[in-house]
């Protein structure tokens, strides 16, 4: 199940209020916690088994952590909490480059990918490690950890959110009319990012081809899938902070105006805010950060840029991916060092971040390498190019004005706080709603993109 769809929207989500707003409050994280295992074992009832066990042995753990911390104990823990994610995501991959590198045939496994893996196992692990570290204490109550990890506004794509972040309000919360009602706010703006601008600019996407790529059409792909994408995930973030107000919960913000960035490093505290983090905090700082050497600078940031690749999928354009970044960050720390005019580092880092979601897009390495190549050989255009374009013209415009501060920055000015906000808000709200609605209903089946990884 996916929060844009009609089964959510009008079923699930409906159901799970009222249950949860009727029930006093010992029982309201039952509740939850009952409604997120649903909710997952909706789209593969087996995987629920998967979590639960993630659940009971990080539980157990981190009370064996207080008692016994040792380095072995420690180990072996982060081990198993990323054996599942590697059995399931990677194994494949790994058979693959064997079967390559050594003229082997090993037949692949038929192994489909548990939904929101890839994020709970970093939250498994950052509770783990903040335990160790003495930042917060191992959780007696299993129910109000399970919450933790199955929440399910954020368990299948994030926001990635530490235990710290999350024990108190797990504890004691109370949700006002002010913040339920900017929840509603919240993912009705998210649901109309995804439905009625990233699954649209997805149209245009799956339009490109090796038949079809002229110079112009695939750098209007590389905008359309980077606006995409974009819009996409932002979309689904809005959609899981609105739906953690709704139950008195502060999600953190995950994107914050990415493409107006005016460098790399920027864009990266910017987009996909709390992936970031993790890997600062967990992975960069503890292999020293940037006080050390040059030369063990540039390391930490290569295993931090490797795994961040490696992380978003099991194939080589992925870790190219983000190689790229970890290029272009070493380019910026070490030799340009901020000396550039600020207009032409900002277009440079849109141009940058357009060139990486090529790579991002690619459904393999030769795919990638095709893509990149015609960036700059081939034909420069052709009429199907110029007929696309003039057929999305308008949705790419949208879609760039929207990916910038101008839209908020209005709101902000002339509509918040206003006494006209408590009309133009509830239109607004209603018209998205209605509009998504029917695209649903219409639509085909419309995965967020970050789903897969």
């Known amino acids: 199940m996916v929060f844009s769809s009609i089964t959510f929207i009008y079923l699930f989500l409906p159901i799970c209020l009222l249950i949860y707003y009727v029930a006093p409050f010992k029982a309201k994280n039952i509740i939850l916690l009952l409604f997120s295992l649903l909710f997952y074992s909706l789209g593969e009832p087996r995987f629920l088994l998967v979590i639960l066990a993630c659940i009971l042995v990080v539980y157990i753990g981190a009370r064996l952590l207080e008692k016994y911390d040792n380095k072995l104990l420690f180990g072996s823990l982060i081990t198993i909490c990323l054996a599942p994610l590697i059995y399931f995501k990677y194994t494949n991959f790994f058979i693959e480059n064997i079967n390559r590198w050594f003229n082997l045939n090993l037949n692949l496994l038929s192994i489909l990918l548990p939904l929101g893996i890839s994020f709970y196992t970093f939250q498994m692990i950052s509770y783990l490690v903040d335990v160790r570290r003495k930042e917060i204490k191992p959780e007696k109550n299993i129910l109000n950890l399970a919450l933790y990890i199955c929440f399910f506004p954020q368990l299948v794509a994030g926001p990635i959110v530490t235990y710290a972040d999350m024990k108190s309000q797990i504890e004691m919360r109370k949700t006002t009319t002010e913040q339920f009602s900017d929840g509603i706010l919240h993912f009705v703006t998210g649901l109309g990012k ?8 997805g149209e245009l996407c799956n339009l490109y081809n090796h038949e079809n790529a002229t110079v112009l059409f695939t750098w209007m792909y590389a905008i359309a899938f980077s606006l995409q994408i974009y819009f996409d995930f932002s979309g689904y973030s809005s959609m899981a902070i609105g739906l953690g107000k709704m139950f008195g919960f502060n999600l953190p913000q995950n994107f914050n105006y990415p493409f107006m960035s005016s460098t790399i490093k920027e864009f990266w505290k910017r987009w ?25 600078n540039i390391f930490n940031l290569f295993i931090v840029w490797f795994l961040t690749g490696f992380w978003h999928g099991a194939d080589w354009q992925f870790i190219c991916w983000g190689l790229f970044f970890f290029i272009c960050l070493c380019i910026e720390k070490f030799i340009i060092k901020n000396r550039l005019p600020k207009l032409l580092s900002r277009v440079g880092t849109l141009f940058a971040i357009m060139f990486s979601f090529l790579i991002f897009s690619s459904n393999n390495f030769s795919d990638m390498l095709f893509k990149l190549k015609h960036l700059i050989l081939g034909g420069l255009s052709d009429q199907n190019t110029v007929f696309i374009f003039n057929n999305f013209a308008f949705l790419l415009l949208i879609s760039i004005i929207g990916s910038t501060k101008l839209i908020s920055y209005l709101y902000d000015k002339h509509i918040k706080g206003r006494k006209m906000s408590a009309i133009l808000e509830p239109v607004f709200i209603a018209i998205v709603l209605i509009l998504s609605t029917a695209y649903l209903i219409d639509g085909a089946f419309n995965p967020f993109l970050y789903f897969r990884f």
């Open 272 to 296: 996909h805010i709390t992936l970031s983090s993790f890997f600062k905090n967990y992975v960069y700082i503890p292999l020293g950060g940037s006080r050390c050497s040059v030369r063990r």
């Open 194 to 201: 995804k439905v009625l601008i990233a699954n649209q600019l």
